[in-house]
């Protein structure tokens, strides 16, 4: 029974993405959704990669890492690298983006994750930007001047096709026995090694994961962009992403995706004011923040009892405790 | 030959010699306890065994094999859970989920499936709040919780850490009683313990421990009737 019901919301999400995909593109295709829009739909996606994919490390394992945007870097320059010098098919290139990325996710988290709290943040803050600067002083890709001549393959659908593949890995992941032994690292690190879970393999796990398909939103971004520069990956890139994953809440995937859906939707739509949008898009966050201190979404997903609680008005009385 | 034998641990945090060659030996199907002060190094013994610390230098056999210095996951799977001090459910699961986690090394569906029947068997308050979140349950509840949790992993023995603590004087009455139960049906029970009372009315041997060292041990019975003991830790 529970397997059936599985099985249909399964198949309600696999219509919804495509009634949403095709949707889109037939906008795009008639030209009603015109180029800023369309550029700003991409962006949505990548974006959503890099929530749910920090969510991960942040929300569900309880890590605090703030070094998004180097890993992102890795997966733009990888990529390029392999499109443009060694002209590989993009889908080797995003693959090898997303290695790349995740290999130094690796080697970075395997140290570093003994760290936890302010410490590890200040860490994953410090590795971010030594990733980019080092990529600054690298005249093969380009330098300071960025990386030049990316062929522009990411387009609408490469975008959605990725947007979808990474929320469902990372949403079986955390379904999974492997997800429950993250969560129960951030729940309480002892208590989960007292059980018998090797925390130090899942925090790394988690962190490779994230790194990896930041990799992935990388190469998607030089190859719409057609180019890589060093300044897009600043530790501010980082914050953004951070933001999102706290505005749609920890450990929330579904807060994730609406999170990153409203924020680029607000910052796109305040472009024309820009004398405003900061001021605008800030007090937005403080407010949220004042409101929803748990973010939009808290830790809980949203799902089709959770609409039909809204639209059926009959309250619940919430189970959150302390 | 005992089930666990500590043998001459040293156990430092940093600079500070905390363990100063402690040994201990539990035989199977006892309830051995560990009494003592606060600092005297019960709750670092246990945590010890279990894997949270490594000892500098000593054995801690089990079952014949040594297990000192060994990463906590391999000795829970060798059949050593732990109750950790001071509950530590995970408050933001159900007690499903809590009590899914202590099955977190075993894939035997069916008899996970069994087991946390059993749980609720011996926890009945945990079977009618099995959907509530771990944090929103009473104290003694989530010392039920965290017993059933360990359980889970069906140890062959079962270290409790002051299952006592902070609860009212009825509820610790409770967790002993369960306490025994799961001894008698065959769970070896090393239980460390500030009401030194109670530990001593249910277990079968002793050791008294004070800054680091055992200074007494032996039967619990003649221990909790010596005069020393019940001045130092009874109240007279």
């Known amino acids: ?322 | 030959m005992a089930m666990l034998k500590v043998d001459d641990i040293n156990v430092y945090y940093g600079a500070i010699h905390a363990l100063k060659g402690i040994s201990v030996e539990v035989n199977q199907g006892e309830i051995v306890t560990l009494i003592g002060a606060n600092g005297a190094g019960k709750s670092t013994t246990l945590r010890t065994i279990s894997g949270l610390l490594k000892p500098k230098t000593g054995q801690i056999m089990f079952e014949g094999k040594n297990i000192a210095g060994m990463a906590a996951q391999n000795i829970v799977k060798l059949g050593i859970s732990q109750v950790p001090e001071g509950r530590r459910v995970f408050a933001h699961m159900s007690v499903l989920e809590n009590l899914d986690l202590g099955a977190y090394l075993r894939s035997d569906t069916k008899e996970i499936k069994a087991d946390m029947d059993m749980v609720f068997g011996r926890f009945p308050r945990l079977a009618e709040r099995r959907g509530q979140l771990a944090g929103t349950l009473s104290g003694g509840e989530q010392q039920m919780l965290a017993m059933g949790r360990a359980l889970m992993s069906r140890p062959r023995i079962l270290l409790l850490d002051e299952p006592s603590m902070g609860l009212a004087p009825l509820l610790v009455k409770e967790i002993f009683s369960i306490v025994k139960d799961i001894n008698e049906t065959g769970t070896t029970i090393l239980l460390v313990e500030q009401n030194a009372h109670m530990a001593l009315s249910i277990a079968n041997k002793a050791y008294v421990l004070e800054t680091g060292r055992v200074i007494l041990s032996g039967d619990a019975k003649e221990l909790a009737a010596s005069e020393e003991i019940r001045k130092a830790y009874l109240g007279g």
């Open chain 1, 1 to 322: 029974m529970k397997l059936l019901q599985k099985t249909k919301s399964d198949i309600m999400a696999l219509v919804a993405c495509l009634a949403v995909y095709a949707i889109i593109q037939t906008l795009i295709l008639t030209d009603v959704i015109g180029p800023f829009w369309q550029l700003n739909i991409v962006l949505i996606g990548i974006n959503i990669i890099l929530v749910v994919s920090l969510n991960l490390i942040n929300g569900f394992t309880g890590q605090f890492s703030i070094g998004h945007a180097g890993f992102m870097a890795i997966g733009a320059y990888v990529s390029a690298v392999l499109t443009v010098k060694f002209q590989l098919p993009f889908i080797a290139a995003i693959a090898g983006g997303a290695l790349g990325a995740g290999a130094l996710g690796f080697a970075i988290g395997l140290p570093t994750l003994r760290l936890n709290g302010d410490y590890l943040a200040i860490a994953t803050l410090g590795l971010g930007e030594i990733i980019r600067i080092t990529i600054l002083n690298i005249s093969y890709v380009g330098g300071a001047s960025g990386f030049m001549g990316i062929p522009r393959y990411t387009d609408f659908t490469w975008m959605f096709a990725f947007t979808v593949f990474t929320v469902f890995v990372i949403k079986n992941f955390i379904d999974s026995t492997h997800g429950r032994a993250c969560i129960s690292v951030r729940e309480n690190e002892i208590a989960a090694e007292a059980m018998g879970v090797d925390t130090t393999k899942y925090k790394v796990l988690a962190f490779t994961i994230g790194a990896a398909f930041a990799g992935v939103a990388g190469s998607l971004f030089s190859h719409y962009f057609y180019i890589a520069h060093p300044a897009s990956f600043t530790f501010m890139k980082s914050f953004d992403i951070l933001t999102m994953v706290v505005l749609g809440g920890l450990g929330s995937i579904s807060g994730s995706i609406t999170a990153a859906v409203l924020l680029t939707f607000v910052s796109a739509a305040l472009a024309s004011y820009p004398e405003w949008r900061m001021i605008i898009y800030s007090l937005m966050l403080i407010i949220l923040m004042l409101y929803r201190p748990q973010g939009l979404f808290g830790n809980k997903e949203l799902s089709l009892k959770m609409l039909s609680r809204w639209t059926g008005g009959k309250k619940h009385g919430s189970t959150q405790g302390n």
